[in-house]
């Protein structure tokens, strides 16, 4: 944060995440786009990861 007087450091935005109001719209039009048969249930999903769910 700057002090009164003081210039805030120059950040590379190479070096940033992507701001997630941009990303997540198409995040959802791709799970619009998914076939039902290509996502997978949490419980799915967990085992897979080799979660335990219990």
Do not use: C
């Not at 992507?18 to 997978?40: H, K, M, N, Q, S």
């Not at 419980?43 to 979660?51: D, F, S, T, V």
Request: charged content about 45%.
């Amino acid at each position: 944060m700057a002090v009164d007087g003081e210039q805030t450091e120059e950040v590379d935005e190479a070096e940033m995440l992507p701001d997630e109001a941009a990303v997540l719209p198409e995040r959802g039009e791709a799970l619009d786009d998914a076939d039902d048969d290509e996502l997978f249930t949490t419980e799915e999903a967990a085992e897979r990861l080799g979660i335990d769910l219990e």
